[in-house]
Every structure is written in C-alpha cells, then in structure tokens.
C-alpha cells in the first residue's frame, strides 16, 4: 500500500507532444479529404503523409519569432513537407485545429476519468455489502439523531457517484464535437465534407453551427461537471474526516507503517489525504466558475478564453483524476470500527428509541402534541440524570398507562431501524 500517485496517462493527454501529434493527424486527414474531393493532387498526399512531421523543439524556436503557436507549426511541417506543403491547412483556420484537438483530449481525459469513477463505484459497492446491517448512530446537526448502518451510508455515496459519472458521461458526450468550418464557421473557403471526414475519423460529432470556435457552453458543462463531482468527494472525504474524530473515531484513514502523523507529537493519525481531497475540490470548483467566464466571448471570437484554458482544462482534468485514484485508495483501505459505532450509538442511553415511544402514543390515540410532551420529558430526564431512557419511560404513569409492557419490550429493540435496509439495498443496486 504505497500512497503514491503517478500520472502517465493523464499526464500524456496534456503533453506537447500529445496536442502538435493530432494536430498533425487532423492536416493530414483534411489532406486526404481534398485529395478524394480533388481538389489536391493524389501524388502530393502521398508526400505529405509520407514526410509530415514536426520537432517541438523547433517549433518553440519558430515560435519565439511568430508569436503564433499554430503558424509556427505550419512552418517546422513545412521544412519536412517541402513545396507540397502548400496543400496542408487548405481552407482552414487555427482554431479549427486547435478546438478540434482540445476536444479530443478533453473527450480521451473524460473518458479516463470515467474509468476511476467506475473503480471507486466498485470498492465503495464493496465496502457497503459488507457493512449492510453494521449498526451505528445517524447524526443531523452533528447530534445523534436515529440508527442507521453504516453500509447504508456506503450505498448513499454509491448512488451519488453513479449520479456524477452519468452526469460527466453527459458532458463528455457534450464536448466530444469539433469544428473544421473556417475563419466564421461558413466554409467559404472549404468544402463541408472535409469536415465530417476528418471528425469521423477523430470519433469525433460535427458543430451543427460555429463561429471561428466552438463554443464555450460545451467547455463550461464539462468542467462544472467536474466541479460537482469533486463537491462530492468533498462531501464524502469530509464525512471520513468526521468520523475518525477521536471522540468519535468510527473509522480511520489507512496509516502506514513508517508513516508520521506531527513533526511534534509522535501519536497523531490524521486523514491528511481525505484533507487533501477537500482542498482540492476547492480549486475545481473556482475552475468551474472561470470556465463559465468564458463563455461570453465578442462576436464570433476573441481570445481572451484561450490562455485560461491553457490552464484550468489540463489543471481540472488532472485534478479530479489524482483526487479520485486517492479517495479510492482511502476508501479501499478504510478502518472501520463498529465497536466504536455501538459505544456511540449507546451513548445517549438509548434516547434513540424516542420516536417509537412518540408513534406508539399516537397509535393508542394520544394527540401528537401530548405524545411529544410526554416523550420529550423522559428523554429530559435521560439526558440530565444519565439514566437509561427505557427506565425513564417506564417510570411516567402517563406513558405506561396507555402502551402496555409487552408492546414497550418490542419498542427498545435496534431491529425495527434495519428493516428496510434489505428494500433500500435492492432498490439502488
């Protein structure tokens, strides 16, 4: 069990080499279209997708003189090309390359992405099988509430994530659309169809309609999906975080061997890394917000999206993936104490059992608000003089004189809270 994340496939969608090697593909594929629609030479397709390439390196030293990223491009493919270069790009303006690109990484990053969601759906499945009927208080307001099983607060985490993963597969699908339609989308200078042979092949859609870009609705949808998702290991990592309080410490983040909790106090175990995962998805979602900026852009395009995206959509990306391979590992390797859950739940000396008592009066026809009196004062009593809340319910004649014993024996029992676990179970899986 090392705690360590590495980063090779993520890490390769956002690499340099990555993006200028599908632009690459994308001018040779458009080649190809012309060349079947005839409008360039078969012989000089042939040189082109035989002598195509490019050097990063010298396309950053072009780059120095150009100030503009694609053109620099063009150029180092032309030094390999030669006079046949003159066919490459035919027609076509940068951000046809650049959006189409950054929609294939961004649809080969999803699907990545989709891929841990699916692994932490299936050890937080596994983890809810086995803790289905393992008892413990439910808390709201952070005081205890009623029983539930710790195996049903598993199964709420399963239904959230499948949730995420159905709503980013959505946006995934969303953003997998490119655009080859020139300067203001109108194809004034390129036949249609090389567009849809080019996208074909990319398994990319085609933009029903563009401007000079695509539009930045699809980007906004991608990355707040994202941001939700991570506002749901946020939620889950922070409920870990709470319960592995030590006045409470029901479960416990995985601590190695070797591994130091304080530079000062030798004894500390801390959920650094469900920490970690609440950290981060504070930045995804101020990232989601800046993808939401961008949709407002002047006319048929400005740039000012273009440097933001540089960073928030590889930052997001990478984010959201490390922040689900770590909370999978978390959740893989979680401790968990039932013990610890029945002391807790036995804490308050059973004033758990209040709504039963509560529901059993109105059942003999005791009106609610004499019911709750009643009830609220034994539970009053349990909680001033610790003494169990069944002795203080037996010992109020306004209580006892309507339920009769044998109905109060069935009363203090945890079973009715788990009946319907098996329903809710069957119901989410």
Partial sequence: ???????????????????????????????????????????????????????????????????????????????????????????????????TTLACQLKEAGELILERCEGLKRVIKERALKHKKTIMIGRTHGVHAEPITFGLKMLLWY????????????????????????????????????????????????????????????????????????ASLDKMATEIRNLQRTDVLEVEEFFQEGQKGSSAMPHKRNPIICERVCGLARLVRANALVAMENVALWHERDISHSSVERVILPDTTITVDYMLERFTWVVENLIVYPENMMKNLEKTNGIVFSQKVLLELTKAGVTREDAYKWVQAAAMNTWKTGEPFEDSVRAAKEITSRIEPRKLDEIFTLDSFLKEVDAIFDRVL
């Fill in 1 to 99: 069990m090392i705690e360590r994340y590495t980063l090779p496939r993520m890490g390769s969608v956002w690499s340099e080499e990555n993006k200028l090697r599908t632009w690459l593909k994308i001018e040779v594929l458009a080649c190809e279209a012309l060349a079947e629609l005839g409008e360039i030479p078969a012989e000089a397709l042939e040189v082109i997708k035989q002598k195509a390439d490019f050097d990063p390196k010298r396309v950053l030293e072009i780059e120095q003189t150009t100030h503009h990223d694609v053109i620099a491009f063009l150029t180092n493919v032309a030094e390999y090309v030669g006079p046949e270069s003159r066919y490459i790009h035919e027609g076509m303006t940068s951000s046809d390359l650049l959006d």
């Fill in 159 to 230: 239904d959230e994530m499948s949730r995420r993963e159905a709503a980013f597969r959505r946006a995934v699908e969303t953003i997998s659309y490119g655009k080859i339609s020139g300067a203001v989308g109108t194809y004034a200078h390129l036949d249609r169809r090389v567009e849809a042979y080019v996208l074909g092949k990319l398994g990319l859609g085609v933009a029903p309609v563009s401007t000079q870009i695509l539009q930045r609705d699809r980007h906004a949808e991608y990355v707040a999906a994202l941001a939700v998702l991570a």
